[in-house]
Structures are given as C-alpha cells and as structure tokens.
C-alpha cells in the first residue's frame, strides 16, 4: 500500500517567517502534486512536478521533487497571513488511472 | 464560471435514508473522481470514472453506487445512511495531471 507521510501536521508561525512541509513514502510516485485548501472548499492544485529532483517556484512558494521521486517539499518564503491553509501532497502511483494518494495534510496559520 | 459543481452544498438527514449528490464539470476533461474528505482532513479516493466507465473502484461499501449519464456528470447515489457515512464528499475532473476539484458537499447523518 502506498502512503504519504506528510510534516510538520500543523505549524503556526509570524508574518514574515519562512517554512517548509515535507512529504514523504517508501514507494516511488510518477508525479506528485501539491494542493491548497482552504475552509469550506475544495483543494486547489498549486503545481504538478514529475522529474526527479525537479524545482518549481510559484512566486514565494518552491516546490521540489526528490531525485528518486518518492519525497516532495514545499518551501515559502516571508509567509503572509493569505498563506494560512490546509496544504495537502498527492502523489500518482497507477499508471493513467490518476488515482491520488494524499498525505494527511499540513495545517498552516499565519499570524499577522 | 464555476468548472466543477456539486449540489447540494449541505446535506442533513437521518441513518437509513437514500440520498444523492450531484456533480458536473465544465472542463471537459474525461475523468472524473468521487472522494471523501473525513474529520482529520484526509482525502480518500473513492471512485474514478473515464469517458463513463468506472476504472477505479476504491474499498467502498456498495451502499455507495457512482452514476455517470455523461463525461460532464458524475452523481454519487447512498443508501441506507449510517452514521460513519458523516463526511465532506468531493467531486473531481482531470485530463491527465493536476485534478480540479468541486466545493464539497458536507453530508450530517443524524
């Protein structure tokens, strides 16, 4: 069975500080994704990465595939209180199924 | 234009009802996906339709009955409700990649 493990669950940090979540499995992923979901909504796909040891930035947010494609880490810089959310890793083990796999999610609060 | 919708937006009913939620993407995409979100927050597969035709099929118990009239619709039919069955259910589409999903449909069973 493939899992993702994903850390820290919760974090709670300042305006301005920087962090990072990772995501992590024993089993290896053709793509992994990285969704944000706010309350009373559905997750929303922030970036897709496929290669190993594959970097994708989306303004202050940095994306990173591992190079044996079975981890993933977000990192954001100067974090705004419009970051607060569920974050949520997703991995596709099937082949052309697209069935996900998720991590059980990190949430983030920023104070301002 | 909302891409992918579910209705209703809420649900309330009692154990052993039948009740059904109703999911349409404007996307389209071939794909679409059935999953449930629980109290922790985790999101679970349940379903995958492609072009109509169920290809993933998730340890659901067959209470739980999908219904794809066409790729643009994918309804989600219950029976007999029990209390486990308390939950946030989300409808999905995608065409390869990243999936884009609907606003949730929170179902109480009380």
Redo the contacts between chains.
């Keep these: 069975t493939q899992l993702l493990e994903q850390s820290p669950q919760f974090l709670s940090i300042q305006e301005g500080e920087n962090l990072t979540v990772y995501c992590n499995s024993s089993s290896v992923f053709s793509?992994l994704?990285w969704?944000r979901?706010e309350p009373?909504?559905?997750?929303?796909?922030l970036v897709?990465v496929v290669t190993g040891g594959e970097v994708k930035k989306l303004k202050r947010l940095t994306f990173q595939f591992g190079d044996a494609r079975k981890d993933s880490s977000l990192h954001i810089t100067a974090a705004q209180p419009g970051d607060t959310g569920?974050y949520?890793c997703?991995g596709d083990g099937s082949s052309?199924?697209?069935?996900?796999i998720?991590g059980?999610?990190t949430?983030l609060q920023v104070k301002p | 234009d909302t891409a992918v919708s579910q209705t209703p937006k809420y649900l309330v009913t009692q154990m052993g009802n039948d009740k059904s939620i109703k999911c349409e993407q404007n996307l389209g995409h071939d794909t679409m996906y059935w999953y449930k979100q629980d109290s922790k927050k985790f999101l679970k597969i349940m379903f995958s339709y492609n072009n109509k035709e169920l290809i993933i099929n998730e340890t659901v118990p067959n209470r739980f009955s999908p219904k794809s009239p066409d790729k643009a619709h994918l309804n989600l039919h219950i029976n007999s409700l029990e209390l486990g069955d308390s939950a946030v259910y989300f409808c999905a589409s995608s065409r390869g990649g990243g999936q884009y999903f609907g606003p949730g449909t929170r179902l109480t069973v009380t």
């Design positions: 793509s994704q969704y979901q009373g909504e559905g997750p929303v796909l897709t569920l949520l997703a052309n199924t697209g069935k996900l998720f059980q999610g949430t």
